[in-house]
């Protein structure tokens, strides 16, 4: 992407070891917001792996996605 804080959805995927699937779902569920648009192309940025990062502590303490 423009800079090394934007990726697009596959690098922020392989940056955070979270699947792409999980990704989608989470900004479906209103977890995540939606990607900036450059195009027809989604760009995430610091603030996306922040939330994943959290998401994924919040699983390991034993919260679920319904109560995140």
Known sequence: MTT???WS???LS???DVPTRTIREYR???LLAP???RGRVGVYDIEHGTGLELIGRL?????SLAGI
């Open 4 to 6: 090394k804080n934007e």
């Open 28 to 30: 479906t569920m209103g």
């Open 59 to 63: 699983q390991a303490r034993g919260y």
């Open 35 to 37: 990607p900036a648009k």
């Open 14 to 16: 392989q940056l955070l």
């Open 9 to 11: 959805i596959d690098e």
